[in-house]
Structure formats: structure tokens, C-alpha cells
């Protein structure tokens, strides 16, 4: 790139020759132009689940700005799997064609379309931040869990989920990653982390059953490897399939390191091809003890362990910083979240830090040459 007397500019103090951060990756059809990704953020803007133009905006604007990979909320793959009534959802073909265009945006923009499906489990019929953490009153719904545990005493009434509705929801989960593969999506995420659902599941602090789903890590796992055979059956077989994990409870007697690596290993077997690598969030303040930084440790070790590509997430702003953490080895791909709320044009940015041409859309260049 040439500045205004037609010269290349100097390159920033500590640029790079080259830049692993901003290499091609690709996981099984598709390509990512870089490693960085754009992490699920709910934006609690949805009507109905149903998609709209503030999330076009919102997630389109990430894609121009350079990210390799943009990722949508975690989409409620049946109804009274929303977090909050205004939670995104995909458990009919008008949700999928509502998202339609958000998908087609991303991809015009040069990013790869991602989504992530999710059931909120104990934390759901919650209400939006902004209104407060306190269960739903007007419109809220009784909320299913593996046992009878509600999250904390302001949780919807909670009750322990049936057989039949456990096999309904491996079919919703299925039937959910269809619908996004038909509206252009090209990274299908599956929420097992930060107390939701699956990790309510997976957890012997939140899993209390004798049944087949319940009992030791066999048991607990069970769910969570019969959703991913059902989603690897029912999507196409050149879509990567992502699983995020909180890869410990932080809590004594919870989900391990080990128990990831174990359950990482097996998804991996089941047509997993990513670990995006979280923590904690299972019970009331359990959160990482230094900061979100640790979390990257968790993407290194089931990388190593378990040998299949990870994402880290958690407290990464700085260029640099995400550069060292791909070229050291510790991780596939940085995934972003709160800087990216600060900052849209975050990946071009980290280009132009890093010394790497970033790629700005011709229609913006006029405004960086």
C-alpha cells in the first residue's frame, strides 16, 4: 500500500515478516481467510427468535472488517431453549429464512458464516440484561435441566428433563444445523459450555441422574457426543463442526481438564473438527481465578492432548498477543468478542499493527491510502 507521495509506508515499530495470525486455515471444505474469528455475542435484539436487521448489521459490519470467521449468537434450537425471550432461534424454516440475508452478508464481505446452537437449560426464561437477571415473569416458561437444580433462587421453576424430551432434543439440534447449513452457513457451533444445557450434563455438580445420562463421564457425556453424531449426520460433509467447552467448572468436584481432553478425544471420533476452548459459568461465580488469560492454557493442552484443532477465547485484545498465541502452537484460531464489540474493524486494525497489508474493502480504501 502507498502512502499519499506514493511511497510505502514505514513499517510500525515490532511489524512482523510475516504474520501466522493472518495465514489461511482451512477445516475440512472451507477456508478461513485468517485465524481470527468474530465469538458469539448474544445481542438480545431478537423478536420471536427471529433474526433482524440489527443482527445484519451488527454482524456483517465484523466481516468488512476483516475477520476471518463471524459467528452468530447462540441460536435456541427449540423455544424454551432461549436464554431470554429476545434470544435468536432456529427451530423453524422461518427462523432459517430469516437469517438468510445475515448469512449472505457475511459471506459477500469475504468471511466465513458461522453459527452456534444452543439450549439454555436451568438459565433459561432469564431477562435481558439491561432489565436484570431475574426470571421472566409475564411470557416466561418452566425451564428443563438433567435434575431438578435451579441455577440460583431467582431462576424459572426447573424441572428434570424426561427421555423423550432428551431424544427430542437431539432431533432439534439436528434439525436446527440443517436449516443453517440451507441458509448459507458454513461453521456450525454446538453450545456445551458456560452452564447451559450440555454442560448441566456433563457436570456431576449439576448432573444428578441414574440413568443412562447421568452417573460417571460415560453417562454424563452421552448427550453431548448424541447430538454431534445427529448434527455430523444431518449437515453437509464439507461444513466444519465446531463444540465449545467449558474446559473446568472452577469449582471442586466439577468438569476437569481430563474430562475435556476425554470428551474432545470422542468428539473428535464423532466428526468434531474444532474445540473452542471456554470455562467455568456452570453454577453462580464461577469464573476462571486469574483472569480470562488462563483459558488459552485449556485451548494449548487439548490441542496437544487430544489432537484436534482448538479456538482460544477470553480477554484477547491485543494483535500481538493473538499473533504469539498461533505462532507458539497454542491455538488454531483467536476467537474475539468484547474487543470486537469496540472496535468492528478489530482484524484489519491487527494487520495493520502486525505490518501485514490489511485487506480494507475497495470501497473503504480511499479513506487508509
Known amino acids: 500500500m502507498l502512502n499519499k507521495s506514493g511511497h510505502s509506508p514505514a513499517r510500525p515499530a515490532g511489524a512482523v ?78 427462523h432459517r429464512d430469516a437469517l438468510r440475508p445475515v448469512a ?115 453417562g454424563r457425556s452421552r448427550l453431548a457426543l448424541e447430538i454431534v453424531r445427529a448434527v455430523r449426520a444431518a449437515i453437509p460433509a464439507e461444513i466444519p463442526l465446531s463444540v465449545r467447552l467449558s474446559c473446568v467448572d472452577w469449582v471442586e468436584g466439577g468438569w476437569t481438564l481430563d474430562d475435556s481432553i476425554t470428551l474432545a478425544r470422542h468428539l473428535g471420533e464423532e466428526g468434531v473438527d474444532i474445540v473452542d476452548c471456554s470455562s467455568g459459568a456452570l453454577v453462580p461465580g464461577a469464573a476462571p481465578p486469574d483472569g480470562p488469560a488462563v483459558q488459552r492454557d485449556f485451548a494449548r493442552a487439548i490441542r496437544e492432548r487430544a489432537g484436534l484443532p482448538t479456538a482460544a477465547v477470553g480477554g484477547i485484545t491485543g494483535a500481538r498477543e493473538a499473533d504469539a498465541l498461533i505462532e507458539s502452537g497454542g491455538a488454531d484460531m483467536v ?22 497489508e490489511a485487506a480494507w474493502p475497495l470501497p473503504y480504501k480511499r479513506a487508509v491510502t
Open 104 to 218: 449472505a452478508a457475511i459471506t459477500d464481505a469475504g468471511a466465513v458464516p458461522g453459527i452456534q446452537l444452543a439450549h439454555a437449560g436451568r438459565k433459561g426464561s432469564t431477562q435481558i440484561p439491561w432489565i436484570g437477571r431475574d426470571a421472566v415473569a409475564e411470557g416466561g416458561w418452566a425451564v428443563p435441566a438433567p435434575s431438578a437444580l435451579p441455577f440460583n433462587r431467582r431462576s424459572a421453576l426447573t424441572y428434570t428433563m424426561g427421555a423423550e424430551e432428551i431424544a427430542r432434543t437431539i432431533i432439534a439440534f439436528a434439525e436446527a444445523a440443517r436449516r443453517a447449513a440451507d441458509a448459507g452457513f458454513r461453521f456450525i457451533e454446538c453450545h456445551f459450555a458456560h452452564g447451559y444445557l450440555v454442560h448441566q450434563f456433563l457436570s456431576p455438580l449439576t448432573n444428578l441422574r441414574d440413568d443412562a445420562f447421568g452417573g460417571g463421564l460415560e
Open 17 to 94: 515478516e510475516r504474520s501466522s495470525l493472518f495465514s489461511p486455515f482451512t477445516l475440512r471444505g472451507v477456508t478461513f481467510r485468517n485465524r481470527i474469528g468474530v465469538s458469539p455475542m448474544c445481542q438480545y435484539s431478537a423478536v420471536d427468535g427471529m433474526a433482524g436487521p440489527w443482527h445484519l448489521t451488527h454482524l456483517a459490519s465484523r466481516a468488512v472488517g476483516g475477520a476471518g470467521l463471524v459467528v452468530t449468537e447462540a441460536a435456541a434450537v427449540v423455544s424454551q431453549g432461549r436464554i431470554s425471550p429476545a434470544d435468536l432461534g432456529l427451530w423453524s424454516d422461518a
Open 335 to 356: 476467537l474475539i468478542a468484547r474487543a470486537m464489540l469496540r472496535d468492528p474493524y478489530w482484524a484489519l486494525h491487527a494487520a495493520e499493527a502486525l505490518g501485514v
